[in-house]
Structure formats: structure tokens, C-alpha cells
């Protein structure tokens, strides 16, 4: 596998936090160098996969000759009791890579899994599931690859490839005829980019829908009855704009949101308060070192 600048450096970390300068002291003790096991990885619960890739690659930074292989590809659901990966090779690198990599499973699946139930609960419209910001510092681009192995779609990755004019930047500018023109000047200084403004109420709505350049209003904590108001309104005036639900968004109320004919609902819930997945490791041995 070659290197991975976007997750290399993060499994380097938590590696070092767990081996320190040291290593596996318990396994290099008490496990015989040419000692060979298959370790099996299995679900201890429902979930869905997510997580695969990183797993490949903290075995690989463990050891290159460890064999891993996938039972059950990242999206995969699978069900109590599954086995879902394997690694065969020595014992002690299997012992040293396993609770890095399980770390990295269970919230990666934890993240998929709890995408898959809201995503069910609004298959039957026309809506998309969109993560947020509200992610683990240093996993953003991993806990955003789970939501898209439960089948959400991503936001943006940060502050640099949307511009999102919240209510804290309308405080200091509310006027959106100036909006227009400073969303002009920055169509034209980063072409392509997607512009999105937050409203709280129904009239920003009207002013925004008239505002060139603003590709997405973001409904902010709006009832469903406004909701619905705001996607007529949009049909009426400026059908090409997108509408994204944001607020108050739960299991209970996914599906209420969902009806009301926004594009997008975006749920921080997603990644910022996900119990992880219990998987564990059940280890084999193939062969071992015979006393002379």
C-alpha cells in the first residue's frame, strides 16, 4: 500500500501513544518470535462497516507481512456475531497492531451505523444526509468517509472549500445588497465556489432567495411548518437555489424534516456524539515454536 498523507500521520500517532519507546512489552515477553496466529475480528453487535483501510494500514505499519483481509468491505452491514476481518502472520505484531486498529473500527463503524438509521428513515424522498464540522480533531476525512459508508453525503471539508455566511457574519454584515457584492468578489478570486447562507426566520428567506450568487439557504432551527413554507417560497421565486434543514435534527424528527421537500439536512449528530461499534479479536494459533 503506498503512503497516505491523510491518515499515515494519524495512525503514526496513536501507534506511538500505545507503544511508546518500548513497544508490545507483554507480547515481545511472554509470545515466542515465530509463534503464528489468525486473528479474527468480529462483531459483538448490528452494525455497519467502516474502517477497513485504516485497519489495512496500522497492521501494515506493525508489520508488512502481516496478511489482512476484508470478510466484509466498508458499507457492508453485518450482524452479531459476524466475522467481518481477518490477519494472519506473527503473533506478536497481531497483538501489537489490534487495539489501534479496533479503536479506528469501532468509531468509524459507530459513525456508519448511526448514518444507515437516519438514512432509512428518509429513503423514500429526495433528501440528502450531510455530515458538518463537528468532527474529532485530526479525523475529519475518515469520520466523513464513514458517513459516506452509511450512506450520507459530505458538507464541506472545512473552511476552505465552501463559504458558509452564518449568523455571526451577517452581525457584522446584514445588508444584502453588500452580501451580493462580496459574494461577486469571491466568485471571482475562487471560481467554482458553492455559497451558502444561514437564515433564522422566513423573511431572510425572501431576501437571500434574491440575492445573486447564493447557491444554498441554510433553514436554521425551523419548524417543519416554516420549512415547508421556505421550499414554496424557493419553488416560487428562485427554484435553482438549495434549500439544507439544520437544528433539532434527531431520529424522532429526521423524517418529519425530510417530507417537508428540503434538499439537504445536515446533522452534526452524525459524527460528534456516536457510541462505538463493540467488535473483538479472536485469535487462533497456526503454528508454534516446539521445545528442543
Not at 452580501?179 to 447562507?197: D, N
Request: glycine share 8%; aromatic share 4%; proline share 4%.
Amino acid at each position: 500500500m503506498n503512503s497516505d498523507p491523510t491518515i499515515d500521520p494519524l495512525i503514526a500517532l496513536a501507534l506511538l501513544e500505545d507503544l511508546g519507546d518500548r513497544g508490545d512489552i507483554t507480547s515481545q515477553t511472554f509470545i515466542d518470535s515465530d509463534h503464528i496466529s489468525i486473528g479474527k475480528i468480529v462483531s459483538r453487535e448490528d452494525a455497519v462497516v467502516s474502517g477497513i483501510r485504516i485497519m489495512d494500514r496500522v497492521f501494515e505499519k506493525v508489520d508488512p507481512d502481516l496478511k489482512t483481509t476484508a470478510v466484509h468491505p466498508d458499507g457492508d452491514e453485518v450482524a452479531k456475531g459476524d466475522v467481518i476481518y481477518t490477519v494472519e502472520g506473527k503473533t506478536r505484531s497481531i497483538l501489537t497492531g489490534e487495539r489501534t486498529a479496533l479503536n479506528f473500527l469501532q468509531r468509524l463503524s459507530g459513525v456508519a451505523t448511526v448514518t444507515r438509521e437516519f438514512h432509512r428513515l428518509v429513503s423514500h424522498t429526495k433528501v440528502k444526509l450531510l455530515d458538518t464540522r463537528k468532527t474529532t480533531p485530526g479525523w475529519r476525512i475518515i469520520e466523513k468517509e464513514a458517513v459516506v459508508h452509511g450512506g450520507g453525503d459530505n458538507h464541506r471539508m472545512g473552511l476552505y472549500d465552501a463559504a458558509m455566511i452564518k449568523d455571526n457574519h451577517l452581525v457584522a454584515n446584514p445588508d444584502p445588497a453588500s452580501i451580493e457584492k462580496q459574494i461577486a468578489g469571491l466568485k471571482e478570486k475562487f471560481p467554482g465556489t458553492m455559497v451558502i447562507v444561514e437564515a433564522d426566520h422566513l423573511s431572510q428567506v425572501d431576501d437571500f432567495l434574491r440575492v445573486k450568487g447564493v447557491n444554498r439557504i441554510l433553514l436554521d432551527n425551523m419548524s417543519p411548518e416554516q420549512l415547508w413554507t421556505a421550499v414554496r417560497k424557493r419553488d416560487e421565486v428562485n427554484p435553482d437555489v438549495q434549500l439544507e434543514a439544520s437544528g433539532g435534527v434527531n431520529l424522532d424528527t429526521v423524517k418529519t424534516i425530510a417530507e417537508t421537500g428540503v434538499d439537504f439536512i445536515s446533522i452534526g449528530a452524525l459524527t460528534h456524539s456516536i457510541c462505538a461499534i463493540d467488535f473483538g479479536m479472536d485469535l487462533e494459533t497456526i503454528s508454534q515454536s516446539r521445545p528442543v
